[in-house]
């Protein structure tokens, strides 16, 4: 969206921005990938509040962002937390690391009675949420559904989908596919606080990824075609295990990529469009088999974390005009028509089915 476009958008909602059913804070708006979801939630004419524990970095929002609310409130004051979230519909977090965000934030969310999402990768912080918040949610009356993003939500939309309205797979393969990897601050500081073992799906069970991690072969969709990868499993997982019996479930992802998040020396993404959008391609590949029955879903795209905005916001403008399966925690493909999702997704442009 131009700028021209974005100030448009901003004053049209001046008359909009205090009590509005439609509010959504946005924690860590002033990041990468929050700047991406302030604009895409002002594209489909909702109302971002700006939040974040930074007073510096919130006073110095870009332009087409300075007539919004802004909201500076750390994590440790649960009261406070509450007192920030009250009076928004829904909560988005795109603060990482979201094992120490994620819990704070949806609690206060919950307790606030607004919907929450994020975009987490983390499985263990995917767990939590599921463990402590479903039952406090449900009786709130609102959905909490962790992992709505690149990482996790897509895959976890994707087998959903392949499933057409089933919900059992005696084998599951999830690729994604990176043609380079320009990480942010955000994910390289993700990384150092993530150590928990990862898992996958091994006899209808969450069990530890095999150490060392098993490595092969996968032949991508263009524009990747094979390439060697290593399974490394992220947050689409626990948000498969959630609402789908599978038997067997790895995830690959090439290698190239892990060099360049691995080298210290690789730059930060820069914006290669109008709309701030990095020159990543990306692949997400899934294979769904039931018996002898094979099926397989793809998304294509551009850019991580700004594929990151749309899917996430997506899930908030359901969760806000009732386009959802009712309150508790739950996963993408288990709040939301999968199919659906991703064709609005297509339809909007921000990534390619078949």
Known sequence: MSFATLVRHVAGLHDRLVNATDRVLVYGATG?????????????????????RSAERLAAVPPRHAALDRVVVGLKDPGRLRGAVAGAAAVINCAGPFLD?????????????????????????VQAVYRDLD?????AGVAVVPAMAFYGGLADLLVTAALEGGSQADEVEVAVGLD???????????????????????????????????????HYPPPLGNQPVVQLPFSEVVTIARHLEVGELRSHLNTAPLDDLHDATTPAPT?????????QRFVVDVVV??????????????????????????????LLDGRHRGAGAAAPGEAFDAADVLTALETAGAITVR
Do not use: K
């Open 271 to 279: 914006a290669t469009d109008e709309d701030g959008r990095s020159a």
């Open 180 to 218: 380079r990897w320009w990480p942010t601050a955000g994910t390289r500081a993700t990384g150092a606080r993530n150590t928990s073992t990862r898992l996958v799906i091994r006899d209808g069970e969450l069990a530890a990824l095999e150490d060392p991690a098993p490595a092969g072969t996968w």
């Open 135 to 139: 039952g406090l949610a449900r009786t």
């Open 101 to 125: 965000t994620a819990l704070p934030l949806a609690r206060a969310a919950v307790e606030a009675g607004a919907h929450y999402l994020d975009v987490t990768a983390e499985q263990p912080v």
């Open 32 to 52: 990468h990938t929050g700047r991406f979801v302030v604009d895409e939630l002002l594209r489909r004419d909702l109302v971002p509040v700006l939040a974040g």
């Open 289 to 318: 088999r039931r018996g002898a029955d094979a099926r397989r879903r793809c998304a294509t795209g551009r850019d991580i974390y700004a594929v990151t905005a749309p899917i996430v916001v997506e899930g908030a403008a359901r």
